[in-house]
């Protein structure tokens, strides 16, 4: 089963209003990364948040970690068209191997 | 895409027949992974190599075989492709500061037929 599991499957918004997606993972973590995949590409590295913060920024991202409740959050804030990909968070697991959520497909409407 | 090539980027082929994905980094980067991504289940680990000749199976691996004999080319055999095996193939070296990101190739589309 996947270690991480992303909420919700699918989000549909408007240009300019702010994007919140979840995870949920299961076993104790030294970080939780996400990622982004456009259509037809690979995925792509955003951010890492380490087992000892809380929140981290990056530009217009903003991720949060309670690892009491094992789980986390990425916020896409003032969205653009540009946004629209599917959005994966994972977690290491064993030897250097990621495992990953099944994703969070997001949709930004002009 | 980080260095990271694949080949080919589409490929059509019949049942029964044997399928070779290649996967060529430029960044001499220890960790390799192949991963498979359909819908419904996300990526899903086939197998991976942290070095040379060195490789171990991920959670999907039946069906699947790797070898690795530069520390660029990871190449990622079907023996025998089964329509199940249609999906998108996906490299990815393991890189960043603390070598804990991973860094992925466009992908091969596969359609076993």
């Known amino acids: 089963s996947q270690q991480g599991e992303e909420d919700p499957q699918a989000l549909s918004i408007q240009e300019g209003e702010n994007a919140t997606m979840n995870c949920s993972y299961k076993t104790s973590i030294n970080n939780l990364q996400w990622y982004r995949q456009n259509s037809g590409r690979g995925l792509v590295h955003l951010i890492l948040i380490r087992s000892n913060e809380r929140e981290k920024h990056s530009g217009r991202l903003r991720v949060t970690l309670d690892t009491s409740k094992k789980s986390s959050s990425l916020l896409i804030t003032a969205s653009r068209a540009a946004d629209t990909a599917s959005y994966f968070c994972?977690?290491?697991?064993?030897?250097?191997?990621?495992?990953f959520g099944q994703g969070t497909r997001l949709t930004i409407n002009p | 895409d980080a260095g990271i090539t694949q080949s080919p980027r589409h490929k059509v082929t019949e049942t029964g027949t044997p399928v070779t994905l290649r996967c060529h980094q430029t960044?001499?980067?220890?960790?390799m992974y192949w991963y498979r991504q359909d819908p419904g289940h996300g990526l899903r680990l086939i197998h991976y190599s942290y070095g040379v000749k060195d490789t171990d199976k991920g959670e999907v691996s039946d069906g699947y075989s790797v070898s690795r004999s530069k520390t660029e080319d990871f190449l990622l055999t079907l023996e025998s492709a089964t329509s199940s095996q249609t999906s998108v193939y996906f490299c990815?070296?393991?890189?960043?500061?603390?070598?804990?990101?991973?860094?992925f190739g466009p992908g091969t589309r596969l359609t076993v037929l």
């Open positions: 994972a977690t290491v697991q064993g030897a250097q191997k990621l495992v």
């Open positions: 960044e001499n980067h220890r960790y």
């Open positions: 990815a070296i393991m890189g960043g500061w603390g070598g804990d990101t991973q860094y």
